[in-house]
């Protein structure tokens, strides 16, 4: 898995919490979070020894686990992808 799969994962977690009629305002907010947090990490100019970006997806994925759980796959798929390639 490459960081491009990365960025698309991102992209479907964002479009699955968005989507119906009232879109979780705070879940959604945390997921843009997790975006920018692992955009940064992936980035190699950005030192990322103190990013707790691992962490905060296994707590996402927790509170996903009623109400979203595409979403929840989504962030499984995700820390899978991101152990893979070494973060």
Same mark, same amino acid.
């Given at each position: 898995?490459?960081?491009?799969?990365?960025?698309?994962? =991102?992209?479907?977690?964002?479009?699955?919490? %968005?989507?119906?009629?009232?879109? !979780?305002?705070?879940?959604?907010?945390? /997921? $843009?979070?997790?975006?920018?947090?692992?955009?940064? =990490?992936?980035?190699?100019?950005?030192?990322? %020894?103190?990013?707790?970006?691992? !962490?905060?997806?296994?707590?996402?994925? /927790? $509170?996903?686990?009623?109400?979203?759980?595409?979403?929840?796959?989504?962030?499984?798929?995700?820390?899978?992808?991101?152990?893979?390639?070494?973060?």
């Amino acid at each position: 898995m490459n960081e491009e799969k990365v960025k698309q994962l =991102l992209k479907e977690l964002l479009e699955e919490i %968005a989507q119906g009629e009232n879109p !979780d305002q705070e879940l959604l907010g945390s /997921a $843009q979070r997790l975006q920018s947090d692992i955009d940064s =990490l992936l980035n190699p100019d950005v030192d990322s %020894a103190d990013n707790t970006v691992m !962490d905060d997806m296994i707590s996402l994925e /927790a $509170q996903f686990a009623t109400n979203y759980p595409v979403a929840e796959k989504i962030v499984r798929e995700l820390v899978n992808s991101l152990s893979r390639i070494g973060i």
